[in-house]
């Protein structure tokens, strides 16, 4: 698989001294300060700080879903306007519809945005098989597990084709062996998609192994704390977890934390 030269990619998402507050001032409520970071053409980017420190509200932001207080947020150099197909979020709770089968959910996207018949029969057979759920596709989601139905979920939001897929702790509420499974099949899924990912996470494990990039945010206000190469090749075997390289980034990661406010929550 050939890797992507950075330095040769303009970046896919610029974000430009970023300021976020709930309140009416700037000052009250302040949530997100002086937020600068680019985001690779195709990068796998992991956000991870403490509980509360604005990685949800970042990800809003960046989707378009939440105005900037202050400072842009550029997608492809321009600034969008709103929310659109070209970010797709992934959520700890799977946004499936209960009523559709999984080849419906799969298909909803691409139809809502126009493709034609044809094309949206043939996208969603694509993730579906991608995902390994293609022999399930009449199913409902009821029928299935929540490790199957967070694979539908993927599919559903890789089959807009995105720009940029935006996650916030998508594996969070699995099982640790479903977690982990799906870690890797993510991961495979990746390297043949290649789309850009900002991937929010507290599990330091899981960002290490499936970024290039680690970000740390720190919390009240947050801002970026610390930026962290993974220079592990890819696809990663998951093995790579147990290496010392990847145990060293690890600690390295969990003292940044531990050091800004006591150590990331559930952990
Ligand atoms: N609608 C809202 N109004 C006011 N404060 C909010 C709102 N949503 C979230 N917050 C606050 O913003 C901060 C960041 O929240 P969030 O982005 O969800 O953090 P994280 O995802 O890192 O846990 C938290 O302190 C939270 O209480
Ligand atoms: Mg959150």
Redesign the pocket.
Known sequence: MDQPNKSANQPKIQIDHLYFS?GDTLKE?L?IEDFSLDVYDQEFLSVV??????????L?IIAGLLPATRGRVLLDGAEPEGPGPDRTMVFQDDAVFPWYTVRQNVEYGPRAAGMPRAEVEATATRYLQMVGLYDDRDKYPRQLSGGMRKRVDIARAMAMQPQVLLM?EPFAALDVMTKERLQEEFMTLWNAARTTVVF?THDLEEALYLSERVVV?S??P?RVERVMDVPLEQPRHVDVKTSAVFQEMRRELAEVLHTMHGGLEAR
């Open positions: 709930f409520n949530i700080g403490p509980s509360g420190c604005g990685k949800s509200t970042l809003n916030d929010v945010m919390r009240n947050g």
